[in-house]
T-cell receptor
Framework: GEQVEQRPPHLSVREGDSAFIICTYTDSATAYFYWYKQEPGAGLQLLMS?????DRKEEQGLTVLLNKKDKRLSLNLTAAHPGDSAVYFC????????????FGKGTHLHVLP | GGIITQTPKFLIGQEGQKLTLKCQQN?????MYWYRQDSGKGLRLIYYSITENDLQKGDLSEGYDASREKKSSFSLTVTSAQKNEMAVFLC????????????FGSGTRLTVL
């Protein structure tokens, strides 16, 4: 079945720097790609979603890149601030069963003031 | 806007005990999910339900039962709590085909003594 690897597990950056998180997946049928943010004591909040026909998407300081050839999904936070400190998860699902979303293990991002 | 309410927020149980977690949503969403979140392991799907009285097993269903009594509520039962078990159980719902519209509750944190 689908395997999703996310790295790094922990990331510390200084305020104003960029934070880069990457996920790789194994199933070439994967069609839907997501990034979620989880703040302490809260559930997951969708940051961005990308469908397989999109290579790049930018929104409000976030850039998602999708490389289907290498089966790689990345999230770049430009100019991070302390409020961005949270756990970030990538997630994927395929065309056959969008109900079964596979999550990465998460990246603990700490933005230092 | 809608909300997903999980109760209780914290649950402490004894080894071997049957424990029930509850989830309510007022989005009028058709599909609801239960995920288990362990530190360093991401989210794993336990059960999901695409409509009232429907139940579908996820990858981690062994040791759990679920019940979709009505469209707005989805409960999860740990059939026999394991000693020293600690995890967060997240309920989610979505109203469409793709998981883009996944909304999460804030979780129930389980500790088994």
């Amino acid at each position: 079945g689908e395997q999703v690897e996310q790295r790094p597990p922990h990331l510390s950056v200084r305020e104003g720097d960029s934070a880069f998180i990457i996920c790789t997946y194994t199933d070439s049928a994967t069609a839907y790609f997501y990034w979620y943010k989880q703040e302490p004591g809260a559930g997951l909040q969708l940051l961005m979603s990308v469908f397989s026909n999109v290579d790049r998407k930018e929104e409000q300081g976030l850039t998602v890149l999708l490389n289907k050839k290498d089966k790689r999904l990345s999230l770049n936070l430009t100019a991070a601030h302390p409020g961005d400190s949270a756990v970030y998860f990538c997630a994927v699902s395929d065309d056959t069963n969008a109900y079964k979303v596979i999550f990465g293990k998460g990246t603990h991002l700490h933005v230092l003031p | 806007g809608g909300i997903i309410t999980q109760t209780p927020k914290f649950l402490i149980g004894q080894e071997g005990q049957k424990l029930t977690l509850k989830c309510q949503q007022n989005f009028n969403h058709d599909t609801m999910y239960w995920y288990r979140q362990d530190s360093g392991k991401g989210l794993r799907l336990i059960y999901y339900s695409i409509t009232e009285n429907d139940l579908q097993k996820g990858d981690l269903s062994e040791g759990y039962d679920a019940s979709r009594e009505k469209k707005s509520s989805f409960s999860l039962t740990v059939t026999s709590a394991q000693k020293n078990e600690m995890a967060v159980f997240l309920c989610a719902s979505d109203g469409g085909f793709s998981a883009e519209t996944l909304y999460f509750g804030s979780g129930t944190r389980l500790t088994v003594l």
